[in-house]
Each structure stands twice: as C-alpha cells, then as structure tokens.
C-alpha cells in the first residue's frame, strides 16, 4: 500500500518533494486546504451574485477580450471553451514523470485556497495523480506570460472528458478512462477554467526535474573529473584547503574538499610530479565546477519559491473582500534561472570535454587515442569527436531565452518570459551532459589502466571495478557507440557517495 503525504498550504521543501515521489506516496487535501478552498469558492459565488463590476476572467472574457462581459447563463460556458481554445500544444510529448510534478505543483497551488475552485477539481485532480492518469502534454505552445497556458490547458482536459491521457503506460481518450474510474465531467464553475490555465506549474516542473538530475551530475562530474586527473597524472596542490580558504566560495571549497577526499591514498596522485603546473581543465576544476553549485543553488531557491507561490489570476482574497488581477502568472523570475541553469550546464560539459581531449593527447606518457596500438587502432579518438558534437550544442542551447519577446493577444500581453522554452531545452542539455560526462568516464578509466601497477584511492579503484563488470577495456578497436550508452546508464544508476 502507497504511503499518503496531506497536501496543504504549508512549504513544500526539496527534500519533501523528493520524499514523496521516492516513496511513491499518494496524495490527499490536509482539512486546513479542504476549508481555504471552500470557503474561497462561497465567497467567489456570493461575490457574483452581488457585484455589478466587471472582474476580470470571472464575468468578462480574457486577455484582449477583457473588457467583453458575459452574461450569468454563460458563465460556466465561459470556462468550459477556455480550456478547450487553450488547448493549443505541439511537438514532442512531455515525459510522464514531469507531468506527475505538473499535476503536483497545480494541486499544492490551489490548496493555499486563493483561486476561487471548487473542491471537487482539486480532488479529481489528487485522484489522477494517485492512479498514475497522466494527461498527453506537449512540449511547445507556453510564452511563459500568463503562466503555462497551453500545457495547463492539456493538463486539465481530462476534467471536462476531452483530451487523451497515459495511463498504465498507453494511451487512452480521457472519457475512456474517466468512464473506467467512474469519474463523471466536472462542470467548471466561473473562474475555474482561467484559474486552472494561469499558473507555472509546466515551467516549474521541467526545472524541478532538472535539478533533480542536475545536483546529481554534479557529483558525476566531480568524480570523473578526479579520475582523469589521476589519470593525467595531475597535481593536488590546485585542491589545497589553504587555497580555497583564502578565495572562500561555498561551491569551490565544497568542490576541492571533495576531491581531496575520494583521492586520498591514491599512490598516483601522491607521487612526484616533473610537471609544476597542470592545463585549466584540471587545476581550475574546484573554480568551475564551484560556480556551477553555486549557480544550482540558486536556481533551486528561486524555484522552490515559485512552487510554493499562487500564480494563477485574478487572486481572491476572501478576508479581505478582494479580487485582484495581478501578474504573478509571469515566468520571468524562472525564466532568468533557467537561462543560468542553462550556462552552468554547458560549462559542466565544456571543461569536461577538454580533459578528455588532454587525456587522448599522448601527453605524460599516455598512449595517443588511449591505446596500446595507435595508428592500427584508433581507440578513443571519436569519442571526443562526440563529445565536443554535444559541446557545441549545450552552447547554442544555452543562448538566453529570458531575453527574446512577442507580444500576443493583440498585444495585451506585450511582455513574455519565454521560460517554457528556457525550461524545455534544460532537458536536453541535461541529457546531453550526461552523454558528455559518459565519455569522460570512459577515457578517464582507460588511461587509468597505463597507469598500472600504481593504484588510485580505494574510492577511485570500487568505481572502476564496478564500471569493468560491464565496460571492458580496450585491448584493440571495437564498437564504442555501445559502451557509450553503458558509459550512461552507468552514470544514471550508480550513487557516487559522499
């Protein structure tokens, strides 16, 4: 039986949220959400009934077409063609693990009881969360202006019977499997549509599934980064506790401490050196490596702030007898961290590729491409093409999307984020570090066997051991693009500890 976590309008740690997708608990309304939202959508009704002034999305159409009113009868109709005319994504699929954060994300926003729903939507929301029913969203369409507006819309078809969702991993029309789960279509009530679209739950998703992934690689890399710098026959000195204390970013001394520790009683690292001095790529790894902690760090603290953040519009302020129409649905905050994100990636990956380079080189008594036999053999020359390929790419990719605008609606909305696309393209970057990091691996574990007899630290020595049970090394050429993607899952599934 599934572990349950209450859902109510208190923060929602990192840690918390990793809790609950580890343990794959369900989700419920706390009594303290379950009362908020209530007592929301009654003030919202008696508020309709009362108020003779427009309110934006509430009685009026949306966007350019804000200041048209609508008539009582049509209200419900109002909310129901919304999300039916939002429902405008392309492209590739959203992967269904981002969209469990989406559907998670939506939830914990409306628990705080500020967006005028009715319980019923938040609960069948938390049922296809808890039944792993997700809906098919695409990954273009958002500006990231007035939130997530085309996904949230794919997001939430399923609730009036349209759309298409996954469900046990295939694909169903939705009124198939509300039909199976005896889920009858919610009538949305006035409101509803408008808070339901408005928000950044596509954009916050995509960048708590990359961090996620992120803060791993990041010890990937520093370990890779020791193992080619034992392989390099590299000097310990740019890692000195001495040095770090005197330039004391957190990121850095977290970065040399680290190193210094997995590299312990390594007879290769201890022995003289001929060599004063070693290239950027290796004695600048606590700097770069440091900067991209720190650039993460930050990026999950403005993140987790907008996951515990309302962001839909107008906002409703029952206490205080309010409905304001504001611009929290704007992505720029995220759309500026995912931009940094986005560097911090691609300079991961850019050193990175220079210590292969180096490795393959046949500089300090290694072998040129890495093999016994080069010139016969061309060993691990092509995988450096590879890596570089993957390089290049992370680089374009990592072109600011914060800083590019549209204007849309006829030109209501005449400043946009574009986070939804700075979130996207995290995805593949990180995808693509990992492959870049997957190379390095493999170069910096051959070159590690020319050092023989002499051994690395016993940290250093368990990785390779395991690495050797599936990747052998390279006596003569052999087919590579299949110890590559090893190099991967390798990457994916090992835990590189403290």
């Not at 999305?57 to 919304?82: C, E, P, W, Y």
């Not at 759309?163 to 991993?169: A, D, H, K, M, Q």
């Not at 984020?417 to 996207?424: F, I, P, V, Y």
């Not at 020319?450 to 990747?471: A, Q, T």
Request: aromatic share 8%.
């Amino acid at each position: 039986m599934n572990k349950e976590y209450t859902i109510s309008p208190d923060y929602l740690s990192e840690e918390q949220l990793n809790n609950i997708l580890a343990g794959d608990c369900n989700i419920s309304l706390g009594p303290g959400s379950v009362e908020l939202i209530n007592k929301c959508r009654d003030y919202l009704d008696r508020m309709i009934g009362a108020e003779q002034r427009p309110v934006y999305g509430v009685t009026t159409g949306f966007g350019a077409l804000h200041d048209r009113m609508i008539s009582a009868d049509q209200l419900n109709q109002l909310q129901k063609n919304l999300v039916m005319s939002h429902a405008c994504g392309t492209g590739d699929e959203v992967r269904d693990d981002i969209v469990k954060l989406m559907l998670l994300f939506k939830i914990h926003a409306l628990s705080f009881g500020k967006s005028g729903v009715q319980l019923q939507t938040v609960q069948r929301l938390a049922d296809m969360y808890n039944k792993g029913v997700y809906p098919v969203i695409f990954e273009q369409g958002s500006l990231g202006a007035s939130g997530d507006l085309a996904p949230l819309a794919h997001l939430v078809l399923p609730l009036i019977g349209l759309g298409e969702v996954r469900y046990n991993n295939k694909k169903y029309p939705s009124s198939t499997i509300n039909e199976k789960m005896g889920w009858p279509d919610i009538e949305l009530q006035s409101k509803e549509g408008l808070a339901l679209l408005n928000g950044t739950q596509f954009m916050s998703a995509h960048g708590f599934y990359v961090l996620q992934r992120t803060r791993h690689l990041l010890r990937v890399a520093d370990v890779v980064a020791a193992m080619s710098l034992e392989a390099f026959d590299g000097r310990l000195e740019p890692f000195m506790e001495e040095l770090h204390q005197i330039r004391p970013h957190k990121g850095q001394e977290h970065v040399a401490a680290f190193i210094r520790k997995i590299l312990k009683g390594s007879q290769i690292i201890g022995r003289p050196k001929k060599h004063v001095q070693d290239p950027y790529s290796f004695r600048c790894i606590p700097q770069v490596h440091g900067a991209s902690y720190q650039a993460v760090d930050h990026v999950a603290e403005r993140l987790m702030t907008e996951i515990n953040s309302v962001t839909d519009n107008p906002t409703v302020f029952p206490d205080k007898d309010m409905v304001i129409s504001g611009g929290n649905f704007h992505g720029q905050p995220l759309a500026l961290v995912y931009d940094y994100m986005a560097l911090a990636l691609a300079e991961l990956g850019s050193i990175s590729e220079r210590r292969v380079y180096r490795l393959i080189s046949g500089q300090r008594n290694l072998p040129e491409f890495l093999v016994a036999n080069p010139g016969l053999n061309s060993g691990f020359m092509i995988p450096q093409y590879t890596s570089a390929s993957i390089v290049s790419q992370n680089k374009q990719l990592a072109t600011p999307a914060s800083v590019d605008s549209i204007p849309s609606s006829n030109e209501q909305e005449d400043h946009v984020s574009m986070g939804a696309n700075a979130a996207t393209r995290l995805i593949r970057m990180v995808d693509n570090l990992e492959r870049i990091l997957a190379v390095e691996l493999l170069s910096a574990s051959q070159a590690l066997e020319f050092r023989r007899p002499l051994r690395s630290s016993d940290y250093i020595e368990n990785i390779i051991s395991s690495l050797r049970k599936e990747i052998p090394f390279v006596e003569n050429d052999r087919v590579l693009y299949t110890e590559i993607e090893k190099a991967v899952r390798f990457i994916k599934k090992h835990t590189f500890p403290v």
